[in-house]
């Protein structure tokens, strides 16, 4: 399976991004998916995980009522919208696909390179 993000880069603060992740590959059972981001010093966080259906979704406070994770199974593609974008959002996103639960990091199975999202103050 291979994740591939796009959608990532420079912002002005207010401003708005849309990420999406296409996977590839034979995925051999239903998936959870999940947005990742890490910061220059500081540790890889869950941003927003959905479950296969799309009926179960999680977000850090951080992002609650900014973010909106959702899904396309026909696309195989999971996309995060980013309003109202914060200097302290810039980061590098991953995603993420999880055969089990969502809310862990170290049971996702298969992980994105990567985009860059910098929100200039």
């Known amino acids: 399976v291979q994740l591939v993000e796009s959608g990532g880069g420079l912002v002005q603060a207010g401003g708005s991004l849309r990420l999406s992740c296409a996977a590839s590959?034979?995925?051999?059972?239903?998936?959870?998916m999940g947005w990742f981001r890490q910061a220059p010093g500081k540790e890889r966080e869950l941003v927003a995980a959905?479950?296969?259906?799309?009926?179960?979704?999680y977000y850090v406070d951080s992002v609650k009522g900014r973010f909106t994770i959702s899904r396309d199974n026909a696309k195989s593609t999971v996309y995060l919208q980013m309003n109202s974008l914060k200097p302290e959002d810039t980061a590098v996103y991953y995603c993420?696909?999880?055969?089990?639960?969502?809310?862990?990091?170290?049971?996702?199975?298969?992980w994105g390179q990567g985009t860059q999202v910098t929100v200039s103050s």
């Open positions: 959905i479950s296969w259906s799309g009926g179960n979704t």
């Open positions: 993420a696909l999880s055969y089990s639960t969502m809310r862990l990091m170290h049971q996702y199975d298969y």
């Open positions: 590959g034979r995925t051999f059972s239903t998936y959870a």
